[in-house]
């Protein structure tokens, strides 16, 4: 099992950035990817963005493309999310995940809370 452990979440204005991160321990030899999702208030949770744990593949939500850039420390087996030109429909709890198969994330952080105020 991989232990997630998210950090940087916090309230910031329109416009504003943060960067989120995800320590990851255990067995990160097993790790294939890591994603952040995020479940808005009210709303079911959904995906924000992913990278494979080897290599440079990366994948954007499209309504994140673009201000949203997801980066990885293997060597700090800790995985980050620069969050720009934040809007209030960003507000939500983010979470990041790992998959030890393709496709299949397995194991979930507790989540970092994301607050975007107008």
């Known amino acids: 099992q991989v232990q997630l452990v998210e950090s940087g979440g916090g309230l910031v204005q329109v416009g504003g950035s943060l960067r989120l991160s995800c320590a990851a321990s255990?067995?990160?030899?097993?790790?294939?990817?890591v994603a952040w999702y995020r479940r808005p208030p009210g709303k079911e949770r959904e995906f924000v963005a992913a990278?494979?744990?080897?290599?440079?593949?990366?994948s954007y939500a499209d309504s994140v493309e673009g201000r949203f850039t997801m980066s990885r420390d293997n060597a700090k087996n800790t995985v980050y999310l620069e969050m720009n030109n934040l809007k209030p429909a960003d507000t939500a709890v983010y979470y990041c995940?790992?998959?030890?198969?393709?496709?299949?994330?397995?194991?979930w952080g507790q989540g970092t809370q994301v607050t975007v105020s107008s």
């Open positions: 255990g067995r990160t030899t097993s790790i294939y990817a």
């Open positions: 990278k494979t744990w080897v290599g440079s593949a990366t």
């Open positions: 995940a790992v998959a030890r198969v393709k496709g299949r994330y397995s194991d």
